[in-house]
Every structure is written in C-alpha cells, then in structure tokens.
C-alpha cells in the first residue's frame, strides 16, 4: 500500500492512497462536498485488484448552527 498526504494551504489537506483490494471489477466514484466537516472532492478507481483514491479537503468542521466553519483559538 502507498499512501502519502500533505498540506496545501492552513486549512486545504490532499491524500493519495494506492493498495491491492479484494477482487472488485470495476468501481468509479466522484464526490464533492460542501458544508460539512472535511468537506472537499474525492475520487475514487477501483479496477481489478486494484484501487486508487484521491482526496483534496478541508481539515476544518462545520458548525451547523451557525452555517459556517467552526473557529478555533489559536
């Protein structure tokens, strides 16, 4: 399994990960979330044996009644 992660801006996170699964055929899935905690794009290729999933997100929590970022003290 590889997987690495990184920062690219204060609250901006990526992650690639690269392993062997069990065996699925063929799997795609693209997401993009807004107002929630994480939120950011996700894809995700699984073919055969093998599975690649990429994430670029916010390292941040939403705060649902307030409909924003929670704010923390730094």
């Given amino acids: 399994m590889i997987y ?4 690219i801006t ?13 065996d699925t055929i063929f799997n ?3 997401s993009w979330t807004r107002k929630c905690d ?4 996700n ?4 073919i055969h044996k093998f599975m690649f999933d990429f994430n670029l997100r ?3 929590h939403w705060d649902y009644d307030n409909d924003c970022y929670e704010k923390y003290d730094s």
Avoid: P, V, Y
């Fill in 43 to 46: 894809f995700n290729l699984e």
């Fill in 10 to 22: 204060k609250n901006k996170s990526w992650e690639l990960q690269i392993a062997n699964m069990a």
């Fill in 4 to 7: 690495q992660s990184g920062r």
């Fill in 58 to 60: 916010d390292n941040r």
């Fill in 38 to 41: 994480h939120a950011g794009f």
């Fill in 28 to 30: 795609l899935s693209i």
